[in-house]
């Protein structure tokens, strides 16, 4: 990504309990995001939501059934995340999915690590 300037903030709601087959759909969208070389991702958990199905997903004191709503967050490109969306095509329990323009002022700070 190039840095400072225009970009594009992708947000991708879904909840914690999505699958994609035995695999968890955040795990299925972060690793695809990473190695499609997007500049980063960030999962938002939230407190409580509701989105098409009107099912309410919500903390529970005792509960141990949570399903609480997920944000996902990737800032790239705006070519680069169409390209990537349309590569979700086969994930049928993503929710809500949104673009928006954001001004980049700063991008990184951090040197890689090595990861064996």
């Not at 970009?7 to 955040?26: C, K, M, P, S």
């Not at 299925?28 to 999962?43: E, F, N, S």
Request: charge should be negative; avoid cysteine.
């Amino acid at each position: 990504m190039q840095i400072p300037g225009q970009a594009v903030l992708l947000r991708i709601y879904t909840d914690e309990q999505a699958l994609l087959g035995d695999r968890n759909l955040i795990d299925v969208v972060v690793g695809r995001a990473r190695d499609a070389r997007l500049a980063g991702a960030t999962v938002l958990r939230g407190l409580k939501g509701f989105g098409e199905s009107i099912r309410m997903h919500q903390h529970r004191t005792f509960g141990l059934d949570d399903n609480l709503p997920v944000v996902i967050e990737i800032v790239d490109e705006e070519a680069r995340l169409r390209a990537f969306v349309t590569a979700l095509d086969d994930l049928t329990d993503i929710g809500l999915v949104t673009f928006e323009k954001v001004e980049v002022l700063r991008y990184g700070g951090h040197h890689p690590e090595q990861h064996s």
